[in-house]
């Protein structure tokens, strides 16, 4: 599952924690129960620009625009506006109604990286600005769910008191990534881009830039404590991208500083304003995800009973504590003296060795890292941690890995997967500095390309590359003297009991084969312990 187990949708780009791995896999992700995921700054802040009326702003921009050092800044606005139908046209844009098939790159999954596996949706989407609310319900095709299992449909609300996701059960907090995406989507998306900008006091020209081939004049301006810049064609005068640097709160989150770039393309003529039907969003220079508005309908009717949400949910979502969640010591397993697995939605494991601890996996976040190794420390007092296992390069797996390096330990990666690694680690986290951005140390990578032996004694670890078609970026651990094996991200059982995607496992078992291990017992990042022949029995049924 390379995280499979964790597959998301585009209505939330997490999966639920509180499920268990195959929950996860048979269905695409709805949200955390507590409102955690990713994308921005504090949904409050956010809406306090948007609380102001688009006719408030212009008075507003109307006021600054004599200021000298604005002067040109303001003029290019003015052009852009008038380009895409006028102030009134844009001011005067209450709803928006959206058919949208969109598809987005799976570039946080486990795989051979670019170019990307790829989740597909179409959104049918009610922007109301007049009540800064964002209606989607979304069909989604997920590529890593079992067979016939990867379509799903989603529903939810965002509005200023907060987002619920729509489900039989009931309400459930909307995670702090959806939060974010809709108040960018009412302040920066196509509609309210140039009123927005014109309402920043801190307007200004910045140096021209060549964007396909065109010279385009470029505005900034800062949102929501947000760096903003906005690229207008010289020719035409339309906005044809939006660029932000920020800390996201999705999958994006454990790269930092994240420079996004939206182009605006495709654009026709809707009740008299100029509207660019698809948007391409581009992070960090990887071309993420497409989406494009096959309907677009302007000032429509809103039915006020699609936006009804449990405030209590609601609230709960402005709650997201995103990637830092804590760790958690209680859900805890003694797979042999010295070798304690705690499960959670990231399993994480702490083996006693006789010069010290090994510590198997740092995954989610520095915050859930530094509680784990807090653990391992209060559990084996006097003792050091001498090594870092990290055996998959999926985005939350290794989310923990900058603390480590921070801590000055070394860490086992496997070799196809130290390039990304290299880059997460140097990666700049300015505008939320973490334990590594205010240290800065040097990696200390151990480089697994072939078996790898860790310690002595009854705990002894032996690592293995996987090197299959699917589990080609994932490595082994092997307990020889306890014939334990931990799978990295293969292994999960449906509630059926039936396998997530056999071909993972399989391919275990053929390394397995291939390098004469002998199994008794196999867990995984998403799964407990269960009896090796049991794991063999199914990847048999599922050969028939």
Avoid at 145 to 150: A, F
Avoid at 211 to 240: A, K
Avoid at 459 to 485: D, K
Wanted: glycine share 6%; net charge negative; with cysteine.
């Amino acid at each position: 599952m390379h995280s499979r187990a964790s597959g998301r949708s585009c209505v939330d780009t997490y999966s639920n924690p509180a499920m268990n791995s195959s929950q996860r896999s048979a269905r695409p992700p709805t949200v955390w129960p507590n409102g955690a995921s990713p994308w921005c700054p504090p949904v409050v802040l956010a809406f306090l620009l948007l609380l102001v009326p688009a006719e408030a702003q212009t008075s507003a921009a109307g006021a600054g625009a004599s200021r000298p050092e604005d002067e040109g800044a303001r003029q290019s606005l003015d052009a852009a506006i008038a380009a895409m139908g006028g102030r009134e046209r844009l001011a005067a844009i209450a709803t928006v109604s959206l058919d949208v098939i969109g598809h987005t790159a799976l570039a946080e999954q486990s795989y051979r990286q670019d170019p990307f596996i790829t989740s597909y949706e179409r959104d049918q989407i009610s922007v109301d600005f007049q009540n800064h609310r964002i209606l989607t319900r979304q069909h989604s095709v997920w590529p890593e769910s079992d067979p016939k299992k990867g379509d799903s449909d989603a529903a939810f609300v965002v509005t200023p008191e907060g987002g619920t996701f729509h489900s039989k059960g009931g309400d459930s907090p909307v995670s702090g990534a959806t939060l974010d995406s809709a108040q960018q989507r009412l302040a920066l998306g196509p509609e309210r881009l140039l009123l927005t900008a014109y309402g920043a006091s801190d307007l200004k020209t910045l140096p021209s830039e060549t964007l396909r081939s065109t010279e385009h004049t470029v505005i900034g301006f800062t949102w929501n404590s947000v760096p903003v810049r906005v690229l207008l064609n010289r020719f035409n005068h339309l906005p044809d991208a939006v660029e932000t640097t920020q800390q996201l709160r999705d999958f994006w989150y454990f790269w930092g500083d994240v420079k996004q770039r939206v182009y605006f393309d495709n654009w026709r003529l809707v009740n008299g304003v100029e509207y660019p039907t698809n948007q391409v969003i581009e992070r960090n220079g990887v071309a993420w995800r497409s989406l494009q508005a096959l309907d677009v309908e302007i000032n429509q009717a809103i039915d006020e009973k699609e936006f009804a949400a449990d405030p209590k949910a609601a609230g709960l979502s402005r709650k997201a504590m995103g990637w830092n969640i804590p760790f958690n010591p209680d859900n805890h397993t003694q797979l042999a003296m010295g070798i304690d697995l705690f499960s959670g939605p990231w399993n994480a494991t702490i083996v006693k060795q006789a010069d010290g601890l090994v510590i198997l996996e740092a995954p989610i976040s520095g915050t859930f890292t530094h509680g784990l190794f807090d653990e391992a420390y209060r559990r084996y007092p006097g003792e050091k941690i001498k090594a870092i296992l990290s055996t998959s390069d999926s985005w939350p797996h290794v989310g923990g890995i900058r603390y480590a390096v921070a801590a000055d330990l070394p860490v086992y990666v496997l070799d196809l997967n130290r390039p990304v690694l290299e880059r997460m680690v140097a990666a700049p986290h300015t505008i939320a500095p973490d334990d590594l951005e205010k240290t800065r140390r040097t990696p200390r990578w151990r480089v697994v390309s072939e078996k790898t032996e860790i310690g002595s004694g009854p705990n002894r670890i032996l690592l293995y590359p996987l090197r299959g078609a699917s589990t080609e970026r994932q490595y082994m651990v092997y307990f020889p003297e306890h014939r334990l094996l931990y799978a990295s991200d293969t292994l999960v059982l449906n509630s059926d009991h039936s396998l997530y995607d056999p071909e993972l496992m399989s391919e275990v078992e053929q390394a397995v084969v291939r390098e004469g291990l002998a199994v008794d017992t196999v867990f995984a990042m998403h799964e407990q312990p269960t009896p090796w022949s049991e794991v063999v029995a199914l990847i048999q049924k599922s050969r028939t």
